[in-house]
């Protein structure tokens, strides 16, 4: 498959500021940063789902964030259908932003209170296309349909739709303007189980019908195995772990893996679970350790450990960083 | 465990809500039991009425809202009828509850170790040095690493799952008989959602609360609880030990409820639960899933079925598991 899009050692760092951050760096002898993000590289081919997983504060929003340009990269390149996205102006990258699109978290939240849908789903097409009013209304009403909303809720507001309805405009405004890549910032988390499992089948779809590719980030490891063909593990502004979707779940190699998914409660009481866990809780991205960043929290961790760590190949198109592999 | 005496009995309760478009129907005929020592799971979705049930059990169901019918005894005490001042003395010693945001269920005024200490002053009459050393010893058991300096600190200081180990160090200081946790760990990171659920399966066992749990992510329920009772839209459709509910799950409902979920462990086939949950307001009779229920006839949109023993301490309330139509899986 065609690469689509690629990240090549990207880096989102945030500083510090305020009295605090002054005492500190005083202290510290050079300004603080946030390093959110601190070096990821993935790619997404044509076609495909790269889910993207970690926990809170890991930095995989930030990495969705710098895609779609809501903040700006420290360094590192993104590379999209050929084109690299990170030096183009803001209205050369305007010209690629059709084909990719992002689906926000909160559903209701990232609709305008008000806007009906009809004009919420207009938007993109407006800004991105020189199609006519009557076309953008034909178009809206097309992908509404798509996503299995009635041209009868074209004209409500926000607050007339429930949670799963919410998601759905959201999913059709991105694809409003025929995009070839979607971020998914965890787009079903918000929704409750049966609407949630009516969203992933939903998206997959989707992806089928038109070839799309996904973005796919979570912390809800079920519904990336379900979705996903290829998935990245980050903890701490870093890739820690990547490798086809039955591959990782079957056998995960980091540390960190084994731990997340020994932690998910399977849906059945006869599951036996992995006791293998973390101890503690992940250390602030301003102070992050040396050599192998979950090391103060590995009970595997040996003294080789606070060494720089080799991210390579444990097994054909399994990567990992681990010192102990 | 099927011989333990029940702590608590909810028998038909039902709970509504006056709007001015009529009664909600929160709760329609509920009725469960959790037994001495166990931990029940009250499984539903939003809206299925899992925590107005857990409100009218602390007594806690404010205008519009009522109790318009149904008991709710703890052991052996009828609570319905009692005044607020007596429910206040059974409130937070007998029966305590954690909720799903315990960083806004702490005050962020007063250090975390006077909090808990409070409690052993107001409810256990112990002097100020006594309580504080008691306090320490509830933050030490909860798992919270140097509880001496912790206790100084404020609930800004602590991180989610501190904060709710903090809260269930509280809920447990007065040694209640039972303890529900609403959603104790929504919100909370998988690995730290994994180790409050340990902590209190461990404290459950050790201390001999039962605990009613709160919850509607399935994999909670499978990994915690021991029996489970399912809700959907004000009602309870079954209840049953957890291996049970999940091998045999007989209500149409929780049957797609349990289809309707993917896993980690293997790739699996999933199908969303057909419809979506009903409306509340001005309910016809009759069983609430018949709307979505594939084996619905006319008498489920006229009758409520009852719950009915399709298998040892196994209940199920639905016309077409009763009649056979719906043959159990």
């Known amino acids: 498959m065609p690469r689509l899009c690629e990240l090549d050692d990207l880096k989102v760092h945030f500083p510090l500021r305020g009295t605090a951050a002054w005492l500190r760096a005083l202290k510290d002898g050079h300004p603080s940063v946030v390093r959110a993000v601190d070096g990821v590289s993935f790619h997404v081919d044509a076609g495909e789902t790269l889910g993207l997983v970690g926990e809170s504060g890991c930095g995989k929003s930030t990495v969705a964030r710098a895609l779609v340009r809501l903040v700006q990269p420290t360094g590192g390149r993104i590379t999209f259908d050929g084109a690299e996205l990170t030096g183009l102006s803001d209205e050369a990258y305007n010209k690629v932003r059709p084909n990719l699109q992002m689906v926000f978290q909160d559903p209701a939240a990232s609709l305008n209170p008000r806007l009906p849908v009809r004009r919420m789903v207009e938007e993109p097409l407006l800004l991105h296309t020189g199609l006519d009013a009557a076309a953008r209304r034909a178009r809206a009403e097309a992908v509404l349909e798509e996503v299995g909303l009635g041209v009868e809720l074209a004209d409500r507001y926000p607050h007339e739709l429930s949670g799963g309805q919410c998601q759905r405009v959201n999913i059709a405004r991105a694809l409003a303007t025929n995009p070839r890549l979607i971020v998914l910032d965890e787009p079903t ?5 049966s609407l949630r499992a009516r969203v992933i089948l939903l998206l997959e779809e989707l992806r089928q019908r038109h070839g799309l590719s996904y973005l796919f980030i979570s912390h809800d490891l079920a519904t990336v195995r379900y979705l996903a063909s290829r998935v990245a593990v980050m903890y701490l502004g870093v890739i820690v772990e990547e490798a086809e979707a039955a591959e990782l779940f079957d056998r995960p190699a980091h540390p960190y893996t084994r731990a997340l998914l020994a932690a998910v409660p399977e849906p059945d009481p006869e599951a036996k679970r992995d006791p293998f866990t973390l101890s503690g809780e992940i250390p602030s991205p ?27 190949e444990v097994a054909p198109g399994h990567f990992a960083a681990c010192h102990l592999l | 465990m099927t011989a333990a005496a029940p702590v608590i009995e909810v028998r038909d309760v039902s709970v509504r809500f006056a709007t ?24 539903g979705e939003s809206g299925s009425g899992k925590s107005v049930t857990a ?43 954690i ?18 200490a409070r409690l052993f002053t ?9 309580a504080r050393r008691r306090a320490i010893e509830m933050l030490a058991l909860v798992g919270i690493p140097e509880p001496e300096r912790r206790a100084r600190q404020y609930a800004h200081q602590f991180s989610g799952g501190m904060c709710q180990r903090v809260m269930i160090a509280m809920a447990l200081a007065t040694s209640p008989r039972l303890l529900i946790a609403d959603e104790p760990t929504t919100g909370l990171d998988v690995s730290t959602a994994a180790r409050i659920l340990d902590l209190l399966r461990e ?35 079954e209840v049953a030990p957890v291996r049970a509910l999940f091998a045999h799950p007989a209500h149409p409902y929780t049957r797609a409820l349990v289809h309707s979920i993917p896993r980690t462990d293997r790739a699996i086939a999933m199908e969303p639960i057909p419809g979506a949950v009903p409306s509340l307001l001005n309910v016809a009779p009759g069983c609430r899933y018949a709307g979505r ?3 619905a006839e006319d008498r489920c949109r006229r009758e409520k079925p009852g719950m009915t023993e399709i298998a040892p301490d196994h209940f199920a309330a639905c016309f077409a598991v009763e009649d056979g139509r719906a043959a159990p899986v």
């Open chain 1, 189 to 193: 988390s918000a929704l409750d189980v």
């Open chain 2, 55 to 97: 409100t009218a059990i602390l007594g806690l169901i404010r205008r519009p809202g009522r109790l318009a019918h149904g008991s709710i005894v703890l052991g052996g005490r009828e609570l319905t009828t009692l005044g607020q001042e007596e429910l206040q003395k059974i409130r937070g010693v007998e029966v305590a509850m």
């Open chain 2, 122 to 130: 107001i409810h256990a009459g112990l002097g100020k040095s006594e």
């Open chain 2, 99 to 116: 909720s799903q945001t315990p960083r806004t269920a702490l005050n962020p005024l007063i250090t975390v170790g006077r909090q808990v």
């Open chain 2, 293 to 295: 229920c594939p084996w």
């Open chain 1, 286 to 312: 301003i102070d992050i350790p040396g050599g192998c960043r979950l090391r103060t929290r590995c009970p595997l961790a040996q003294p080789i450990c606070a060494e720089p760590v080799p991210y390579r």
């Open chain 2, 203 to 237: 404290l459950g066992a050790r201390t001999g609360a039962s605990i009613l749990l709160i919850t509607h992510d399935l994999g909670v329920v499978a990994q915690t609880c021991h029996r489970v009772a399912v809700m959907h839209a004000g009602q309870v459709v």
């Open chain 2, 20 to 43: 001015d478009y009529g009664d909600v129907h929160a709760v329609d005929g509920a009725s469960f039991a959790v037994r001495q020592g166990e931990i029940l799971g009250l499984v």
